[in-house]
Structure formats: C-alpha cells, structure tokens
T-cell receptor, first 112, second 116 residues
Framework: GENVEQHPSTLSVQEGDSAVIKCTYS??????FPWYKQELGKRPQLIIDIRSNVGEKKDQRIAVTLNKTAKHFSLHITETQPEDSAVYFC???????????FGPGTRLSVLP | DTEVTQTPKHLVMGMTNKKSLKCEQH?????MYWYKQKAKKPPELMFV???????INESVPSRFSPECPNSSLLNLHLHALQPEDSALYLC???????????????FGDGTRLSIL
C-alpha cells in the first residue's frame, strides 16, 4: 500500500517569511495530491491540490510542486501570516481517488 | 450548500453501550468516507462508500459498523467499543470523477468520542 512521509514535523517561521513542507510517496500509481490545513479542534480543510499531469499549481500565496520521477511534492507558503499557523497534512490518492493516505503532518507556527 | 454535517459533536459512552454517529451532505457527492483521528496524528481511513455501496473497509474491527442508507447520509454504528477507540471521527464526501479521476474530499467537523 501507499506510504506518505512528510518533513519537517514542526516548522517555525517569522511573519512574512516563506514556509516549505515536503512530502514523499511510495506508490507510483498515486496520481492526486491534496494538501489540508487543520486548525486546533477544527476540520481538515483543503487548501490546494495537484494532479499527476501537472508539475506546479499556484493559488495566491500558496503553491504546490510535484516531481513524479522522484515521487515527491512540496507545499510553499509565501508571505506567511499568523493565521497560517496550523497543522498541514499532505496526502496521496490511488484506487481511482477513493483511497487517501495522509502524511503525519507538519505543525507550522508563524511568529509575529 | 458546501458542508458536511456530523452529529453529535461530542459523545461519551460506556463499553457496553450502542450508539451511532451520523453524517449528512447535500452536495450530490456519491463517495462518502469515515476517518478516525487520534490527537496529533493524521486522519486514518476506515470505510469508503461509492454509490451507497461499501467499496473499502480498511480492516476495521466489527465493533464499528457503517451504513449508507441513501446518497446523502452515512452512519457509523458503535457497539462494545474499547477505551483505545476514543478519538475524533471524521466524515468526508467527494464527487466521483468520470473515468475514476480523483476529486477533493470535504470534511465535516467530526464527532469527538470518549469511551469510558
């Protein structure tokens, strides 16, 4: 089955700096890679996703890159703000999109 | 309506009790999911329903029994749970893409379950 690793497990940045979180996956059949943000006590919320036929996707301050050959993908947040503080999960999807395996999560702290 | 609604928000039950968790969505999504999330851990997939039929069961103990009575509702029936089953139970839904294409999942707020 699929295995997703995520680094770092914790990340602290100064407000305004950039944050990068990296994930690797094991199953070359995985073809959909969403990123979720989960604030304390709240639901995971999709913030951006990328499919295997695309190398990069951007949405305002958030971007995701995918390297299929190396089986890794990364989340980039620019101009970080305190409200970006949360746990971020990457995920990889296979089995026609019905099976999602999550990475262990990264706790991001944006310091004012 | 872009929400997945879960009830109850909190549930405390004894190991001999029977209870049910409920999930509802009105986005027309034909895939629905149950996840278990322990503190400081990622969500772990338990069950997947596609077109109201169970398509994935991730080797979940039989004390958890899912049910999908229609395309908008998903239940999780609980019986004889153990203290280690205490967790946040998340429901999610997604469209089923044509040709098996992947679609994003929308999560509910979860039910926080405590087993005494």
């Amino acid at each position: 089955g699929e295995n997703v690793e995520q680094h770092p497990s914790t990340l602290s940045v100064q407000e305004g700096d950039s944050a990068v979180i990296k994930c690797t996956y094991s199953d070359s059949a995985s073809n959909y890679f969403p990123w979720y943000k989960q604030e304390l006590g709240k639901r995971p919320q999709l913030i951006i996703d990328i499919r295997s036929n695309v190398g990069e996707k951007k949405d305002q301050r958030i971007a995701v890159t995918l390297n299929k050959t190396a089986k890794h993908f990364s989340l980039h947040i620019t101009e970080t703000q305190p409200e970006d503080s949360a746990v971020y999960f990457c995920a990889a999807s296979y089995n026609y999109g019905q099976n999602f395996v999550f990475g262990p999560g990264t706790r991001l702290s944006v310091l004012p | 309506d872009t929400e997945v609604t879960q009830t109850p928000k909190h549930l405390v039950m004894g190991m001999t009790n029977k209870k049910s968790l409920k999930c509802e969505q009105h986005m027309g999504h034909r895939a629905m999911y149950w996840y278990k999330q322990k503190a400081k851990k990622p969500p772990e997939l338990m069950f997947v329903y596609s077109y109201e039929k169970l398509s994935i069961n991730e080797s979940v103990p039989s004390r958890f029994s899912p049910e999908c009575p229609n395309s908008s509702l998903l239940n999780l029936h609980l019986h004889a749970l153990q203290p280690e089953d205490s967790a946040l139970y998340l429901c999610a839904s997604s469209p089923l893409g044509q040709g098996g294409s992947n679609q994003p999942q929308h999560f509910g707020d979860g039910t926080r379950l405590s087993i005494l």
